[in-house]
């Protein structure tokens, strides 16, 4: 009787879930709070990546190996235990979401956060950004040509 009884409560939550995944796409699924975080974007394809017995294998021009400062502004995705991978911008493919390093004017080093939206001004296109584990965003507008790299793959 018990095992009926949990199988029809699974069936049931499911059935919820699936009808607000499928019939309100954008309703959240019922088991996560919060709101939606933009994901990165999609940078590499599967033609970047192989899988050799028990090596992975990345082919991923222009890529640079990056370590990262124990800042904690990009908790819990990346810490200084942590090794990274980016590649150069290309300005048509940044996106909400993408985590970026760029020299920042106002602390003069290399800060990596994620973008949090991108507008304009009379300058043109800025980007602003803010590390996932930060109050509040970055007080500079970060041009393009402030971004050093786009962060494709974490390592830990």
């Given at each position: 009787?018990?095992?009926?009884?949990?199988?029809?409560?699974?069936?049931?939550?499911?059935?919820?879930?699936?009808?607000?995944?499928?019939?309100?796409?954008?309703?959240?699924?019922?088991?996560?709070?919060?709101?939606?975080?933009?994901?990165?974007?999609?940078?590499?394809?599967?033609?970047?990546?192989?899988?050799?017995?028990?090596?992975?294998?990345?082919?991923?021009?222009?890529?640079?190996?990056?370590?990262?400062?124990?800042?904690?502004?990009?908790?819990?995705?990346?810490?200084?235990?942590?090794?990274?991978?980016?590649?150069?911008?290309?300005?048509?493919?940044?996106?909400?979401?993408?985590?970026?390093?760029?020299?920042?004017?106002?602390?003069?080093?290399?800060?990596?956060?994620?973008?949090?939206?991108?507008?304009?001004?009379?300058?043109?296109?800025?980007?602003?950004?803010?590390?996932?584990?930060n109050n509040a965003k970055?007080?500079?507008?970060?041009?393009?040509?402030?971004?050093?790299?786009?962060?494709?793959?974490?390592?830990?």
């Amino acid at each position: 009787m018990i095992k009926y009884v949990i199988a029809v409560i699974i069936v049931f939550l499911l059935g919820v879930g699936t009808y607000n995944v499928v019939a309100q796409p954008n309703a959240r699924f019922p088991f996560f709070s919060g709101q939606e975080v933009p994901s990165p974007g999609d940078w590499l394809t599967d033609k970047n990546i192989a899988i050799s017995g028990r090596n992975v294998l990345l082919s991923i021009p222009n890529a640079t190996l990056v370590a990262y400062a124990n800042t904690n502004s990009m908790d819990p995705v990346l810490d200084d235990t942590a090794h990274g991978i980016e590649i150069p911008p290309l300005k048509e493919k940044l996106r909400v979401g993408d985590i970026i390093s760029y020299r920042s004017s106002t602390l003069n080093v290399i800060v990596v956060h994620r973008i949090v939206s991108i507008e304009q001004d009379s300058r043109g296109a800025y980007y602003t950004v803010q590390g996932d584990n930060n109050n509040a965003k970055d007080p500079e507008k970060v041009r393009f040509e402030d971004i050093e790299g786009v962060v494709v793959a974490l390592i830990y």
